[in-house]
Nanobody, 126 residues
Framework: QLQLVESGGGLVHPGGSLRLSCAASGFTLGDYAVGWFRQAPGKEREGVSCISSSDGSTHYVESVKGRHTISRDNAKNMVYLHMTNLKPDDTAVYYC???????????????????WGQGTQVTVSS
């Protein structure tokens, strides 16, 4: 069964850190580009970061540049999103998505036509 499963979410104070994991089963995640998205209550799903499969290049939306780092461990079939200096505005359900390549517009969820995970909740609050 082809599946992506996110984990690592939780409740953290402002300024804290979390590492989200995206685990793949049934296929080789290293052969695919992976994107991280988030969706806050009442808002549309937005792209946060993505990593290519071909050259490992990474991309970040402006609001998380310098705070978040995306990486992959092909041996473990995993992609990670290490989030630091978290802010209340980072509160959302975080999703990972896989596709054959990074879409033309990687920040819009509709462009990712492959597999999606079920999401993990991140809450940043004091």
């Amino acid at each position: 069964q082809l599946q992506l499963v996110e984990s690592g979410g939780g409740l953290v104070h402002p300024g804290g850190s979390l590492r989200l994991s995206c685990a793949a089963s049934g296929f080789t995640l290293g052969d695919y580009a992976v994107g991280w998205f988030r969706q806050a209550p009442g808002k549309e799903r937005e792209g946060v970061s993505c990593i290519s499969s071909s050259d490992g290049s990474t991309h970040y939306v402006e609001s998380v540049k310098g705070r978040h780092t995306i990486s992959r461990d092909n041996a473990k079939n995993m992609v990670y999103l290490h989030m630091t200096n978290l802010k209340p505005d980072d509160t959302a359900v975080y999703y990972c998505a896989a596709d054959v390549r990074i879409p033309v517009n990687p920040w819009l969820s509709d462009y990712w036509r492959g597999l999606w995970g079920q999401g993990t909740q991140v809450t940043v609050s004091s």
